[in-house]
């Protein structure tokens, strides 16, 4: 089984891009994005994610994933 590097992953990318939006989003910084779409964001990272890893996920992308994956 071949291990990807983690920065290869769509899924981890997903929860970076989510995590910089919603400190944007935050009140006690700039507040680029408006408070009231913090529900949007978070609701739309959580069925992106799902939808990364049941149509396009097929590596782990660390060891112990490795270690804990059936193997083929």
């Not at 071949?2 to 992953?9: A, E």
């Not at 400190?23 to 507040?31: G, H, R």
């Not at 964001?41 to 069925?47: D, E, G």
């Amino acid at each position: 089984m071949i291990i990807k590097p983690w920065y290869t992953s769509k899924a981890v990318w997903l929860n970076v891009v989510t995590f910089i939006l919603l400190v944007l989003a935050l009140p006690q910084f700039i507040s680029v994005i408006p408070v009231s779409w913090i529900p949007y964001i978070a609701l739309t990272s959580a069925v992106l994610n799902g939808v990364l890893r049941l149509f396009f996920t097929s590596q782990p992308i660390t060891a112990t994933a490795a270690a804990i994956a059936p193997v083929q």
